[in-house]
């Protein structure tokens, strides 16, 4: 029996949208989204029933993408795969992260600039394998960019499962998950309005707070307490804590979080809380001796 493909994220395009766009284009772009999501590989069928794809379009699409390299099909089972020149654009992608300043833009004044060196994820990065080491799950490093926020490193455990919905540059809806809700308690309240009027508080896990006033209370609360808990919000299954890093100014310039099973949430989370806040207090002391950080 051929398995049933639940692909929430991934609705049928709307025809006459927006004029401007290429519908082509968007379809190519779904594919290889949907594709990533499923490392095992997917058939062409698979592929066209989960988009709402016509199988001879959806072809048109996948020889497209294997010809350029986006797509590798495996003769053996027809099934597809990421490409090799995936690589290539993630390789690019990780060097301009690396390269660029964050500035704000000049149109929108308001948003947090952070101002942060190109140098603050390679000063932290230590920080977060040390982190890893001790709690033996993946860490991560997120902060504001161009009015989003953006997952900027990871730092995987060899023994905790991956979250494949996370990846260096991610920029998801932000109220689903630890990182997100760390920054934007600790950003200014008409900030926080204007980004949930243009990103929506939709469900993506079981427990995603989908209430707008509830949503504040958990932020005013993550102040409080200094931290914040993802517990099933961004995916089942799927737990995170996240802390925030202070610049030795006294706001906040990133967010520091773990990932792991709701078995260890239970277990552990006094412990796991108590090393993401150690680390993130030994940033705010690696940005102050190091002045990477400066207005």
Avoid at 10 to 37: I, T
Avoid at 39 to 56: D, F, M, V
Avoid at 155 to 161: K, M
Avoid at 214 to 223: G, Q, S
């Amino acid at each position: 029996m051929a398995k049933q493909l639940q692909i929430e994220s991934y609705p049928a395009l709307a025809p006459g949208e927006k004029s401007d766009l290429l519908h082509s284009v968007q379809r190519a772009l779904l594919v290889l989204s949907l594709v990533a999501e499923h490392p095992q590989g997917l058939t062409a069928r698979e592929i066209s029933n989960a988009l709402g794809i016509n199988i001879s379009t959806c072809y048109h699409i996948l020889n497209t993408l294997v010809a350029s390299g986006y797509l590798d099909r495996q003769p053996h089972n027809q099934v597809y795969l990421l490409g090799p020149q995936i690589p290539f654009l993630n390789n690019a992608f990780v060097q301009s992260l690396a390269s660029q300043e964050v500035v704000p833009p000049l149109e929108d004044t308001m948003w947090p600039t952070g101002l942060l060196a190109p140098s603050l994820v390679g000063r932290l990065r230590s920080l977060m394998y040390r982190l890893t080491e001790q709690t033996q799950e993946p860490s991560y490093l997120a902060c504001w960019r161009y009015g989003e926020i953006v997952l900027q490193a990871i730092v995987e455990a060899p023994q905790a499962a991956k979250v494949t919905k996370l990846y260096v540059g991610y920029r998801g809806q932000a109220h689903c998950h630890a990182l997100g809700k760390v920054l934007l308690a600790y950003s200014d309240p008409v900030l926080v309005e204007k980004y949930l009027d243009v990103h929506p508080l939709t469900p993506f896990g079981p427990n995603t707070i989908v209430q707008r006033s509830r949503f504040v209370d958990e932020l005013n609360d993550i102040v409080r307490q200094g931290y914040s808990i993802d517990n099933e919000e961004f995916a089942t299954d799927t737990c995170c804590i996240a802390t925030p890093i202070f610049a030795p100014q006294g706001h906040v310039v990133a967010a520091l979080a773990i990932s792991f099973t709701p078995d260890v949430l239970a277990r552990r989370a006094e412990w796991l809380i108590t090393q993401v806040i150690r680390a993130a207090n030994h940033a705010r002391a690696e940005l102050r001796l190091s002045h990477v950080y400066q207005l």
